[in-house]
């Protein structure tokens, strides 16, 4: 690669750059040492939204499931009765 393909995917000169993300990355880190918190720490709680999300989810499709088959359990017989009656008629 040519400098200007570097500099144009890096957004400017590569010192510059460097510079640049050597900085804030200082400052994002002080900010984390003084919250307390790690890049582990964030880690694991990353995974543990996820896991909470999707345990979530399967909780929501075993509720609609069982919703489902409670009032399957009242329309269907319903329906089967509806539907014997109208094919009484002629």
């Known amino acids: 690669m040519d400098d200007n393909a570097v ?3 890096l957004g400017g000169k ?8 050597a900085v804030i990355s200082v400052i994002v880190g002080a900010l984390l ?17 996820i ?7 399967w909780d929501a499709v075993s509720n609609i499931a069982e919703f489902a ?8 017989p319903i329906w089967l009765i509806a ?3 109208a094919a009484r008629k002629p």
């Open 51 to 57: 896991r909470g999300i999707v345990g979530t989810g």
């Open 14 to 21: 590569p010192g510059a750059v460097i510079l640049k993300l």
């Open 33 to 49: 040492h003084l919250a307390g918190l790690s890049p582990v720490e964030l880690f694991r709680g990353l995974g543990a939204m």
């Open 83 to 85: 539907r014997a009656l």
């Open 69 to 76: 088959l409670y009032g399957a359990m009242v329309v269907v």
């Open 7 to 9: 500099t144009r995917f």
